[in-house]
């Protein structure tokens, strides 16, 4: 027998509310649960799900009105993160490299999220099996009588079994590493400008950038614009402070760029990821060597990328190996370069066993010793002798030229250095140390405090080093200074003396 027609109706109406009151109860459901609280290491944070046409991952910050969203799975749900307090010397650990504090936030996320779902999900399915009774207790005339409560069952069952299936299996973690960052009010601009650009732009960059550009042209003046010879610029001790790194490639242009090492606080592969290609993109050529605080894997990184890694047997490939000469030639000028001592080639960037400077080592000054003739006895064995020499650690640099003065070396010689995070300009005789300072202010946590340093170096066309121009810039503030140093005019009566800014020049004790 053919049911008739208006009973069909009646049961697809039936069916239509069923899954009205599904989708509706799951939504109030939702809603009433809240949100899951949970403390992690970088502070407090509270997860909640809602529903979306589209599942993706939500993460705001109340504090800076704006967030980040990234489409990570393909279901009908949205897992949204709030920071609601936050825990500043665990930020500040993390920034300097202690990954304990990223695998306990993780922990600390997951745990949260499994339950804001596991409490979205049982208010769900409360608020729905209360509408469906309530239906169907008032529906008195449907035959049969359990139609919309059976359907409904089937509904749900269907919804959140798919949902979770869906969540499960289409999960992308890729997804967050180009997120779509939303905000309120006047912070939308400035997400978007943020996002538009390759590499980070901030207020911070940007003033710094500007008053580059004011001492930069103030240097210029006077100058011959076509005198012959060749520029480079040097900087050393990035410390992960990505957000200089627009302004400085704007300065360098077309010059090559020398980097001294500490391009990182510990290394490891979070700052590899973030660095290397940031790094490479600074200018044409950019040649580098190790700092105390590097890795060979983030070096390795930095050889993919294009950079000009050097160290003591030639020039570092992206495979760990060398390809000789360990002196190149770059713009005409012959360079060879000093990876660290402290180089780390361990397994574990973040292991607390990990020596960083020489106070973490057993016996510092046997160990000093060693470096020091290993660096002289490296130098001795070049069979082309270069125009300049990279080499990380001030105290090693200033040796070097000490040595190499005592022993009546012939060449003019420059080094460039760092590690102490201060400019200065040494003279030995005819070799002239150069340190630009700390090119990332010691390091973004302390911005504010430390000035951003920079050197251009000018060399005649024999390739002897003319002039230093150092520049140091404080961005937040807004002060700076630049001073150029003619090297004929510095301390032509004493053999051996200091250039820094702001005190003038000094002999340096033999």
């Not at 920034?95 to 922990?107: H, K, L, P, V, W």
């Not at 090119?439 to 060399?459: K, M, N, Q, T, Y």
């Amino acid at each position: 027998m053919i049911d008739s027609p208006a009973k069909i109706l009646k049961w697809l109406c039936a069916a239509g509310l069923a899954i009205a009151l599904v989708a509706g109860g799951t939504v109030a459901g939702w809603r009433l649960a809240g949100s899951a609280k949970e403390p992690t290491a970088i502070g407090r944070v509270s997860i909640e799900v809602q529903p979306s046409l589209s599942g993706d991952v939500e993460a705001f910050l109340p504090v800076a009105d704006w967030g980040v969203r990234a489409d990570a799975f393909d279901a009908p749900i949205r897992i949204r993160a709030e920071l609601q307090s936050v825990n500043r010397k665990a930020l500040l650990r993390a920034a300097n490299g202690d990954r304990s504090i990223a695998d306990q936030t993780e922990a600390g996320l997951r745990s949260a999220t499994r339950s804001a779902l596991l409490r979205a999900t049982a208010w769900g399915l409360a608020v729905v099996l209360v509408l469906l009774v309530v239906a169907t207790l008032l529906w008195r005339g449907l035959r049969p009588r359990w139609l919309i409560l059976a359907i409904g069952t089937v509904v749900t069952v269907l919804l959140y079994g798919g949902s979770a299936y869906r969540l499960q299996s289409t999960f992308d973690s890729t997804a967050f590493d180009s997120p779509t960052y939303f905000a309120q009010g006047d912070e939308i601009g400035r997400i978007l400008d943020l996002t538009n650009q390759a590499r980070i732009q901030t207020g911070y960059g940007n003033e710094y950038s500007a008053i580059v550009r004011s001492i930069s042209s103030v240097l210029e003046v006077g100058r011959e614009q076509d005198a012959p010879g060749v520029d480079f610029y040097e900087g050393s001790d990035l410390h992960a402070n990505a957000l200089v790194i627009d302004p400085i490639a704007e300065l360098v242009g077309q010059s090559p760029l020398l980097l001294t090492g500490d391009f990182g606080q510990r290394g490891n592969e979070v700052e590899t990821r973030l660095l290397a290609p940031r790094v490479a993109a600074l200018g044409e050529q950019v040649v580098a060597v190790s700092g105390n605080h590097d890795t060979t894997s983030l070096m390795k990184r930095l050889s993919g990328e294009g950079v000009t890694v050097l160290d003591r047997k030639g020039r570092l490939k992206p495979s760990g190996s060398f390809e000789p000469p360990p002196v190149i030639e770059v713009h005409g000028t012959l360079i060879a370069g000093y990876g660290d001592p402290l180089e780390y080639r361990g397994g574990d960037p973040d292991s607390t066993d990990r020596p960083i400077t020489s106070d973490d080592i057993s016996d510092p000054d046997v160990t000093l010793r060693k470096w020091r003739k290993d660096l002289v006895g490296w130098f001795g064995s070049l069979k082309v002798k270069p125009d300049l020499v990279m080499v990380h650690k001030s105290s090693l640099a200033q040796y070097l030229a000490r040595t190499l003065d005592a022993s009546g070396y012939g060449r003019h010689l420059t080094i460039t250095s760092g590690h102490d995070h201060e400019q200065h300009v040494d003279r030995f005789g005819r070799i002239v140390i150069v340190d630009g300072g700390t090119l990332g202010a010691g390091g973004v946590f302390d911005s504010g405090e430390a000035d951003i340093g920079i050197a251009r170096l000018h060399f005649d066309e024999d390739r002897v080093l003319v002039s230093v121009d150092l520049i140091a810039v404080e961005p937040l503030s807004g002060a700076a200074r630049a001073s150029r140093v003619v090297i004929a005019t510095l301390c032509p009566e004493e053999p051996r003396c200091r250039f820094e800014p702001g005190s003038g020049s000094e002999e340096v004790d033999p």
